[in-house]
Nanobody, 124 residues
Framework: QVQLVESGGGSVQAGGSLRLSCAVSRYTYMPYCMGWFRQAAGKERERVAGIDTYGRIDYADSVKGRFTISHDNAKNTLYLQMIGLKPEDTAMYYC??????????????????WGQGTQVTVSS
């Protein structure tokens, strides 16, 4: 089964930047899709950005123009570059993967494997 380990979270001031990483291991085939999700205190987990096996990318409206998702095949690592961070971006950020072939990759329920998460805190 695919193993995902996030890193790169931390505390920054509004307007700052962070780069999150998700190391992917213990796989035979690349996941059908991978994505970044976040969950704030008392809120449901929401999709931030996703990329499928064909390289198609989608972002949540709230982060378009500020966040960039990418994948380094050589390093087996998924990244989320975040700039112009806002206090409302504060959340636990999770890396997710869908290991089943086909299907949707838009909600947390579509993903079959998760990392432990990395905390992002943005102060005003």
């Amino acid at each position: 089964q695919v193993q995902l380990v996030e890193s790169g979270g931390g505390s920054v001031q509004a307007g700052g930047s962070l780069r999150l990483s998700c190391a992917v291991s213990r796989y035979t085939y690349m996941p059908y899709c991978m994505g970044w999700f976040r969950q704030a205190a008392g809120k449901e987990r929401e999709r931030v950005a996703g990329i499928d096996t064909y390289g198609r990318i989608d972002y949540a409206d709230s982060v378009k123009g500020r966040f960039t998702i990418s994948h380094d095949n050589a390093k087996n690592t998924l990244y989320l570059q975040m700039i112009g961070l806002k206090p409302e971006d504060t959340a636990m950020y999770y890396c997710g993967a869908r290991t089943l072939i086909g299907g949707a990759c838009y909600t947390a329920h579509d993903y079959t494997k998760w990392g432990q998460g990395t905390q992002v805190t943005v102060s005003s």
